[in-house]
Structure formats: C-alpha cells, structure tokens
C-alpha cells in the first residue's frame, strides 16, 4: 500500500478566526484527497480546536516570559519531529516566521508559506525577517490570497517574488434556512427591530468601534457582534459611554457552523476592517444573501465584485457617519439591496473551495514528485 503523505499545518493560536478557518477547510479537503493531515498550533487561545483530530498544542497559553519562549521553541521543533510530516504549511506572519526555521530543524524538505496577515498587521522587523526566509529559500512556495496582497510584494527581490503563487481562498457557504425570526430568537436578538452585524475577531484593525457609532444614527438599530478578541472590554465600554450599551449584543466566539444561523438573523453586514488580505467575513456574508457596507480598501474593491459588479457598498472606517449612511440607503432602497445581493450569489464560484483545495494539490504533489525523481536519480 502507497504510504499517504502527510501534511502539518502550522499556526499561531487556536481559535475561531479567519486564518484558522480557511487551513481547517483545507485541511478537511486534502483529507479527501487521501492526505493524512495534521494541525499544530503555538498556543491555545479558546476550546476551539480541543477535540479536533491529529491537533496539537505546542503551549496552554502564550508564553509570557523569555525562558517560556525557549521551552516553546524546543517543544515545536520537537512536535514537528514527532509528526514526521512530508511538507509543512505555516499561516500567519508568526507561523511563518518561526514555523518555517522550526521545520527545516525538525527536517521537513519543502515548506509552503500563507501570507494571510496583511501586512499592517506586522512590524519592520517582522517584514524584513519575511523578506529575508523567502529570498533565502526558507520557504519553497509562497501563497497569497488575493492580486492586492500579491502587489504588497512587488517591491521584494526577484528571489522572493518568484515563489509567490495566487491562491484565492475557498469558503464554505454559510447561507442558512433558519427564518429570520427563529434565527434571532436563537440569540436573543429583538424581533422587529433593524439589526445590523458583523463577524469579526475583536481586535483594533476590525474598526467595530466604528459599527457602534453607526448605531448613533437611529435608535432602533441594533448591532450583533459575533466573535471574541482583546479589544472586547473597549468596545463594551464605548457602547456604554454612547448610551447604546443596551442595543449592542456581544454573541462571543462562534462555531464555524453556527455563523449562517447569526447570518440569518441580520438585515445588514458591517465590514469596517482597515487591514486585510482577503475579507473571508464578508465573502461569506455577501454570499449569505446579506447586503454589505465595507471599508473602501483596494482588497475589498477586487474580492467584493462579480463579472464587473460591486457586491456591497464602499464607506470608509476613517468616518463612521459615512458607513451609517450606507446602512441606512440599504434599508431604506431594498431595490438597490437586492441588487448587491444579486451580483454576490457569484462569489461561491468565483472563489470555489474546491479549486482552493485543487490548486494545494498541486503544488504539493508537485513537490512529492520532484522529490521521488531526486531519489530516482541518486545513484545505488
């Protein structure tokens, strides 16, 4: 019998979180493709991925000490070498940074880097470390998501371009048959009341902060935000010094399966994010059959369209007023809705999981190929 080859993915912590979705989908579709697929992630942030198959921790929590690093860092090199993976995917600024080096110690011939972080979300030193793996050959392949994301590279050197390979990301149709009303009285959101929303982790590039302003334009919106992060203790304490604590609904971390039922419920999506590098959220809304206001950023403008067609309208996160205004127009011209909604039902083909998953194979099995005929040519 052919041995399966064997494939980590490698990432910062464990949650519910854009990145992590997208390498679970993955990994889920390269199962099906006969791979034997492993998760390991640097620490654990949630109950996310407690019980998930062939997953492992590295740490509890974050390290938070010079001598908790080190244990972290001999533990992953350590897991790495348990494993004994074929080829290793690392995901995010910090999976790539440090998994990378961890699997070439570890012995791991052929590494392939996600740059699914923007790169507002990292710092110089971070980039030029980037920059530095990848012209080296620190990793064989690099992915990105998104024509936006791969411009934010045209600046490297040839020797780090060359490897760069556009992946657009896949997503999981989130459209539920949940009625309005049951979906709402699931999460205890108010029947007859326009509700607008997000699905977001809480952090300070997501620009929430601007979503709870938008509820200052009316008195009857309400805001449901799903999703858990480090800014949620501001965030309650701007809704309560707004007077609009009462009509902002903190739904907490969600099961990936439980976002269409949240979906379900809202009549508007808000997607304020100021740094991305595909938008996964707001796909997948749009996708949903929610009208969408986003923030006017060039990545948003090229995954948000079909066939031409803008699938949401544009405010900007600079002036919240602006992303009201544009919650208030689709509520008020359920015409000009319908037709967002109409141009975003091409999304899901437009950006297949399963062309996701192909697209993997491939250059995995280009690799595993490559390898079996260096082996080929060794001489006995």
């Known amino acids: ?6 494939i980590l993915f490698i990432q910062t912590q464990a949650e519910n979180a854009g990145a992590q979705e997208i390498s679970r989908l993955l990994g889920e579709g390269l199962e099906s493709r006969d791979y034997d697929v492993h998760h390991l992630f640097f620490y654990r942030k949630t109950e996310a991925f407690d019980h998930a198959p062939n997953t492992v921790f590295c740490a509890s929590e974050r390290p938070g000490s010079a ?7 001999i533990t992953l090199v350590q897991q790495i070498r348990q494993i004994k993976p074929d080829l290793v995917l690392t995901f995010q600024h910090y999976g790539n940074l440090f998994g990378a080096p961890a699997a070439r110690l570890a012995g791991v011939p052929y590494v392939i880097a996600n740059q699914v972080s923007a790169q507002a979300t990292m710092n110089d030193t971070i980039r030029r470390i980037d920059q530095i793996f990848g012209s080296l050959g620190m990793f064989n392949k690099i992915t990105v998501n998104s024509m936006d994301t791969a411009g934010e590279y045209g600046h490297f050197p040839k020797a780090y371009t060359k490897r760069i390979v556009h992946v657009p990301h896949g997503f999981k149709d989130k459209s539920s048959r949940l009625s309005k009303p049951k979906a709402r009285a699931m999460f205890g959101l108010p029947l007859d009341k326009p509700i607008l929303g997000s699905v977001a982790r809480l952090n300070h590039l997501k620009r929430l902060d601007v979503a709870i302003d938008c509820l200052k334009a009316d008195p009857d919106w309400h805001l449901a935000l799903g999703g858990q992060g480090p800014e949620e203790a501001n965030l309650r304490a701007q809704a309560q010094d707004l007077g609009v604590a009462d009509r902002v609904h903190f739904i907490g971390e969600m099961e990936p399966d439980d976002v269409g039922q949240l979906l379900a419920a809202l009549d508007i999506f808000l997607f304020p994010s100021e740094a991305e590098t595909f938008g996964l959220a707001a796909v997948e809304a749009a996708q949903a059959g929610l009208p969408i206001v986003a923030n006017d950023i060039p990545v948003m403008r090229e995954v948000l369209q079909t066939g031409g067609k803008p699938c949401a309208l544009f405010a900007t996160s600079a002036d919240s007023a602006s992303f009201a205004r544009s919650a208030e127009h689709l509520l008020n011209h359920p015409q000009e809705a319908e037709e ?8 899901k083909e437009l950006y297949s999981l399963d062309a996701m998953v192909g697209r993997y194979d491939d250059l995995i099995r280009e690799h595993l190929q490559s390898g079996l005929q260096k082996l080929e040519q060794q001489p006995a």
């Not at 001598?67 to 860092?73: H, I, P, S, T, Y």
């Open 1 to 6: 019998m052919t041995k399966q080859p064997r």
């Open 67 to 73: 001598l908790g690093f080190a244990k972290f860092l």
């Open 340 to 347: 967002l909604v109409k141009a975003a039902s091409g999304l």
